[in-house]
């Protein structure tokens, strides 16, 4: 049995609270193009949603990794990608090289607030010149007596403009390629930091995205993340943690997806009939339902051996590929069975669109996805 009765408990909880308290207000968060993450998220960490995983000296649950699959698939359930993901930042983005390697002082100061919802993270990878290409960052923190003196710029940072820090990744001696990164977290309060702008964007309307930067940023040394020289390395196996929470929500979403565009292919007529009597769409629906099961099982297998204490590199990197592949082509046809009024704007068809586009391109594109699964599997 994959579930106890503790996990399916915590379903239930999840999946009242979604449907109680965040699916009502997720029309105007996404007029707002923004949400209340310090309260959402204080809320989310009173019922024991936040830091699952994590140690319970640094307010986690200590739980298994099950528990983590069991709250993203119920997070599928949301009425859009922006609340997942800006939870998924915060405590599966941001906050697993602290867990990991942060030294007692940092967890107390940084993630003990960030687990309770007291405070919002972000974790600022990319920049206007290098995405894909991690290696290529030109952030740089040098160093003066105790501080670390940060200059350069990111972009597309999720949660930034309401962050309270952010796990930076810079470089720390001048190296070049992989070597000399470091993870420094950046108070969003110090001098010489700031938002540019908060990025418009085709979906994820709530989620707020900044462009920023830093200029002569101070902080202490001991802001650095674990080992000094060792950032790209951290930040890879954040990666890790980053694409399973991404991936295990889509074979629910798009569950739910085909389920609605069903109901609607049965009462809809067109040509004396309901659109659901057309053998193309049924054998079309039978084929991505089919797809996302496979996704489902594929997505369990993974944290069951993530559980069990493998290394998943390999089928986080597959779960995160056929995620975003499928989430996109269930959208489109979802969108496509409604015809026009599925693409009219206030529609959940038309906001699922643009919010799946998303996944094919963050924390890493399809073909950086290839890329990595080429390269482990010698084919280079
Ligand atoms: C809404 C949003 C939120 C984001 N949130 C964050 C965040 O919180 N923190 C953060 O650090 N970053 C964040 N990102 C950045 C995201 O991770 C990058 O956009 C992504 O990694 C791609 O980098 P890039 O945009 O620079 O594209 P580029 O690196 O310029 O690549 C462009 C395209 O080229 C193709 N490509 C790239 N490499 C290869 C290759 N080797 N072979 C073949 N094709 C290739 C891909 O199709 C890719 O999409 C966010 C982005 C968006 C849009």
């Not at 290529?136 to 930034?160: E, H, L, P, Q």
């Not at 889509?250 to 309901?274: M, Y």
Request: with cysteine; net charge negative.
């Amino acid at each position: 049995m994959m579930y106890s009765d503790e996990h399916q408990e915590f379903r239930a909880m999840v999946r009242r609270y979604v449907d109680q308290k965040i699916n009502p207000h997720v029309d105007e968060w996404e007029r707002a193009e923004m949400m209340p993450l310090h309260e959402i998220f204080t809320d989310m960490a009173k019922l024991g949603m936040l830091g699952l995983e994590y140690d319970p000296a640094y307010a986690g649950q200590g739980a298994d990794h099950l528990f983590t699959l069991v709250l993203c698939q119920e997070l599928g359930r949301v009425a859009h990608g922006s609340l997942p993901m800006a939870l998924g930042v915060q405590v599966a983005m941001a906050t697993p090289s602290l867990h990991a390697h942060g030294s007692e002082e940092l967890k107390q100061e940084y993630l003990t607030p960030a687990m309770r919802g007291e405070t919002v993270c972000g974790v600022a990878v990319t920049e206007p010149e290098a995405g894909s290409d991690v290696a290529g960052i030109r952030t740089t923190a040098r160093r003066d007596g105790d501080d670390w003196v940060i200059n350069g710029s990111k972009m597309f940072i999720t949660n930034a403009v309401q962050a309270d820090w952010l796990c930076t990744l810079v470089r720390t001696s001048p190296e070049g390629g992989y070597r000399g990164m470091s993870q420094i977290i950046v108070p969003t309060d110090t001098p010489g930091f700031r938002v540019d702008r908060k990025l418009d964007k085709l979906g994820m309307r709530a989620s707020d995205t900044g462009l920023l930067t830093f200029q002569d940023v101070r902080v202490p040394v001991r802001n650095a993340i674990g080992e000094i020289g060792r950032g790209f390395q951290q930040q890879m196996s954040q990666f890790v943690m980053e694409r399973m929470f991404a991936a295990y929500s889509v074979p629910i979403s798009c569950a739910s997806e085909l389920e609605q565009t069903r109901d609607h292919a049965r009462q809809r007529k067109a040509f004396g009939q309901p659109l659901s009597a057309n053998q193309y769409l049924q054998y079309t629906y039978a084929e991505l339902a089919a797809k996302v099961d496979l996704l489902r099982v594929y997505t369990e297998a993974t944290a069951r051996s993530y559980a069990d204490g493998g290394d998943v590199t390999r089928m986080a990197t597959i779960a995160k590929l056929e995620a975003g592949r499928l989430s996109r082509q269930v959208a489109d046809w979802c969108l496509q069975v409604h015809g026009g009024t599925g693409y009219m704007t206030d529609t959940w068809t038309s906001r699922a669109y643009r919010d799946s586009r998303l996944l094919s391109i963050g924390g890493g594109a399809d073909e950086v996805m290839l890329r990595v699964l080429s390269l482990m599997d010698g084919f280079s």
